[in-house]
């Protein structure tokens, strides 16, 4: 699953907990919380189960018959027991006899007419109705949006199918499906596995008929009808299907015509093909994740559609996203985890594949100036590094985080390195041959491993997936002239406590002199050791995990002009990288900033460039600001031009730099350099800015890149005569990005303003979930304590999806403390006056959402989905 509500303001999960922590913001978890972090006993093994489906548009009410053959597994089993929420049960028989039930909170209870023994069956035919909380949803044209195209949609990661279908809901069992859907006739379904039949119904209604027949887990069910666009495609035989929101099926193939060729390399690289029926892609509105992986059905996020005009201006466009989705058709969906402790074989190996794709598909620069990323986005989260990849203690926080994700993948990408690419691939394989159609835990991959492979991989999983945290390295190195050898110190500085301990770590290091680089491997494996390495002349440049493989953080004692060799000559982009954050620590240095301009105008990796711009942005003086400027003219391409424009903004006081942001935000070649422009200028505070976002506010842009940008930054700008063009944009009937914007910059503005705060917090109890999520940050980081009883009366409904609750309840927390810290000071209890507390809480977001839209370019969420539960 993709988790990310930050993809436009929409996109994977995982991101908005992962800048949180950046930000030093105390956010909520926005990942799905599973009830149950242990896999069940069972009494019965559901084996296929028959659904036929019927909807009440009017009440979005589901009417469901649904029959589960089941197998016992215990014998003197009296009962079967079925998840259900909500649901109101008709009849129940048991082999086509009528049966007694109960229904309870959370379950369907079924009586057996007599003790059952080990294997015997039972057909159990269900009759129900509800009106589902979540689970299933309907997205349907109302008076604000009149020309919505009708959908319903399904999402049950992980515990929701409960909602709409009395099942079994946990993932350690597996069961065949036959989906049967009856909805209006103009309308096209889709469901997992293959497509049997349309019949007509009467009444101007269609019969879709849909059969899978390799058992999944219930959380993988998908339900979708509605009104969409459709493109179809094979691979090898088999469908390859797209679906978009009625009107935007000219978006599909420009995103998406890559999945073909996705699925011919993950099928060849694993050894093991695609193994559904087919593989459709639908791309639905509001929905509660970035994607989902459901069996042969993925559910993506239609944000994902993105206009074609500025395809070119996203060096990998939706790849991450889709790769990912597809990755799971393995890795999740054929093997499944038993529990969702081990959710990481699931999402981890996902990840890993987002690195697969782009190692295969896009150059190498790329490709590792991607996985530096990942690794700086794990780094920025040290709530994450005490725990363990594995684990089930998660009763306050979530086990879908970015060690799930990110470390997993990472972690991956390690193993390979360590032990091969034949190996890793020989391994994978004979676990997915395995475990095909089974569910897993983490030690049935380190046994496939190792059976494939006659190796031991034990101690690798128990420092890097049962252990917690990653290695903190301070290096050293003196050279001995008389001996011709570099004596190099190597100290492992983490905090061995909990489940943190010294790493066993194989490292390259690249020694440089005036006759050539040699690189030497060595095994680290103590808190402090000492390595002696041939050097036939004083070193130009030493690197320590040449080419950065490893999840680490170092420090690396280095002179200025060793770390400017650095980023001038190695090879690697991670080893540039490194160079480049070293200088930009050093204050108030003109050599170490020009040394990153040179890289900005002339390194060959545009994701280096990226990395130098932002750093320039980071020490934010004028000498940064002049080497920022004078670059524009030699970087043409859009995702550099964009990091440069974004970094202006942190340059304060400089005519200069407003004007040119001026002149960039209303005709440069680059929209993402024009949207970064709108935003800078309202950073900055430019004498012109209120009229010129004005303008953009009001002018049309492909997506309303523009628009949305001018938006936000009215919110940067603080400048209260923007409130009415807010509030306007905010209302409903507006396009629903430009909403979420308008609602955060709202949340900066007028906060003694009693009615924007009452305005913000009718958003609350809206059906469209970014705009709810937007309207509780908002309410959060305004600090107005009188929006406190709407978000503990949101926290009472019933529709909240499971990530939501705690959100929610930290911004109660957050309203909570700053009332009272205004209290003991003596201020008043307006919110208006709330100081340097709220400056600082509108820095920290400003930071987080620089950092959100830079993230948002690569993912995930990043499964990367932002889970529902």
């Known amino acids: 699953m993709t988790i990310s509500w930050c993809r436009n303001a929409n996109r994977i999960r995982w991101v908005i907990l992962t800048l949180a922590a950046i930000a030093g913001i105390a956010i909520a978890s926005m990942h799905l919380r599973a009830d149950e972090p242990y896999a069940r006993n069972r009494d019965y093994d559901l084996q296929h189960s028959r659904i036929a489906l019927r909807f009440d548009l009017e009440q979005k009410k589901v009417i469901g018959d649904v029959t589960h053959t089941l197998s016992i597994l215990r014998d003197g089993t009296t009962k079967v027991a079925f998840d259900s929420v909500g649901l109101t049960m008709q009849s129940v028989t048991v082999n086509k006899a009528p049966a007694k039930f109960d229904s309870t909170a959370s379950k369907l209870i079924v009586p057996l007419p007599t003790a059952a023994h ?35 949609w399904s999402q049950g990661e992980s515990e929701d199918t409960r909602y709409y279908l009395p099942t079994y809901d946990y993932p350690n069992d597996r069961l065949t499906t036959e989906t049967i859907l009856t909805v209006p006739a103009s309308w096209i379904t889709v469901a997992n596995g293959k497509l049997i039949n349309i ?112 395809l070119a201006e996203y060096p990998g466009d939706e790849d991450p996203l889709i790769s990912h989705e597809l990755a799971h058709q393995w890795f999740g969906d054929l093997v499944t985890c038993s529990d969702w402790g081990n959710v990481w074989l699931n999402e981890g190996f996902a990840t890993f594949f987002e690195m697969v794709w782009s190692e295969s598909h896009y150059s190498k620069d790329q490709a590792d100036y991607e996985r530096w990323k990942a690794v700086q986005e794990w780094l920025g989260q040290p709530s994450l590094y005490a725990k363990p990849i594995v684990r089930h203690d998660f009763d306050d926080s979530s086990e879908f985080d970015d060690n799930a994700y990110g470390k997993g993948g990472l972690v991956l990408y390690m193993l390979r390195q360590q032990i091969g690419e034949d190996a ?56 001995e002239e008389g001996k011709h050898q570099i004596a190099l110190t190597v100290k492992q500085t983490q905090k061995v406590e909990g489940h943190v301990g010294i790493f066993h770590v194989p490292v390259d290091f690249e020694v440089t002199t005036a006759s050539g680089a040699k690189l030497h491997s060595i095994a680290v494996s103590k808190d402090a050791e000492t390595f002696l390495l041939p050097a036939d002349s ?68 545009w994701g280096l460039r990226d990395i130098a711009a932002d750093a320039l942005g980071r020490i934010g003086n004028a000498a940064a600001g002049k080497q920022l400027l004078d670059s524009l003219d030699a970087n043409a391409q859009p ?16 005519p200069k730099i407003t004007a040119k942001l001026s002149a960039i935000a209303d005709s440069d070649a680059s929209y993402r350099a024009r949207a970064n422009a709108l935003q800078s200028i309202g950073k900055l505070k430019a004498p012109n800015a209120l009229p010129v976002l004005t303008a953009a506010v009001n002018a049309d842009s492909p997506d309303d890149i523009l628009r949305n940008a001018a938006l936000r930054s009215l919110g940067y700008l603080g400048d209260d005569k923007g409130v009415p063009l807010l509030r306007e944009w905010a209302a409903p009937g507006k396009a629903m990005e430009s909403r979420q914007a308008a609602i955060a910059s709202l949340g900066r503005l007028e906060k003694s303003n009693k009615e924007v705060t009452a305005q913000i917090a009718g958003y609350l109890t809206e059906s469209h979930y970014p705009v709810r999520y937007a309207a509780i940050y908002a309410l959060g980081s305004r600090g107005d304590a009188s929006a ?23 911004q109660i927390t957050h309203l909570q403390k700053e009332e009272k810290g205004k209290a003991a000071s003596g201020e008043e209890g307006d919110s208006g006056k709330s100081g340097d507390s709220n400056e600082g809480v509108a820095q920290r977001l400003d930071k987080l959402e620089h950092l959100l839209q830079e993230m948002s370019d690569r993912l995930k969420s990043i499964e990367t989905r932002l889970p529902q539960k």
């Open 424 to 479: 890793f691939y020989r391994g994978l394989r004979h676990y997915l041959d395995v475990h095909r159609g089974k569910n897993v835990v983490t030690a049935d991959l380190i046994k496939s491993i190792e059976e494939a492979n006659h190796i031991d991989v034990q101690q690798f999983f128990d420092e890097w997936i049962y252990g917690a945290g990653a290695p903190k390295f301070e290096v050293g190195y003196k050279y």
């Open 639 to 654: 995702d550099v031009r964009s990091h440069i424009v974004a970094a202006l903004g942190n340059i304060k006081d400089e």
């Open 118 to 152: 080990s294997g015997e069956k039972f057909d159990v035919e269900i009759r129900y109705e509800g009106k589902p909380a979540k689970g299933l949803y309907f997205i349907l044209p109302d008076k604000d949006y009149p020309n919505r195209p009708k959908q319903i």
């Open 538 to 605: 004083a070193p130009l440049m030493v690197l320590f995990d040449q080419g950065g493989r490893i999840l680490k953080s170092v420090e690396f004692h280095k002179e200025k002009k060793e770390w400017s060799y650095q980023l001038k000559n190695a090879s690697e982009l991670a080893d540039r990288a490194e160079a480049v954050q070293a200088l930009a620590r050093l204050k108030n240095d003109d050599e170490a900033v020009a040394a990153l301009g040179s890289a900005l105008n002339t390194d060959k990796a």
């Open 788 to 810: 406190i009883p709407a978000l503990q009366a949101l926290l009472k409904s019933d529709d909240l999806s499971i990530e939501m609750a705690p959100t929610v309840k930290e």
């Open 199 to 310: 019949t007509n119904a009467g009444d101007d209604m269609k019969t879709w008929t849909w059969r899978e027949s390799l058992p999944s887990s219930t959380y993988l069910i998908t339900v979708v009808a509605g009104e969409f666009d459709e493109i179809k495609e094979t691979w090898h035989g088999l469908p390859v299907t797209y679906y978009a929101p009625k009107g935007r099926g000219d978006r599909l193939l420009p995103n998406y015509e890559r999945t073909p060729e996705m699925m011919e390399l993950f099928s060849k690289k694993l050894g093991v093909n695609y193994p559904w029926e087919k593989y459709a892609q639908v791309m639905v509105d509001d929905f509660v994740a970035g994607g989902m992986e459901n069996s042969s059905a993925t559910t993506n996020n239609s944000s994902s559609l993105r206009n074609k005009k500025l």
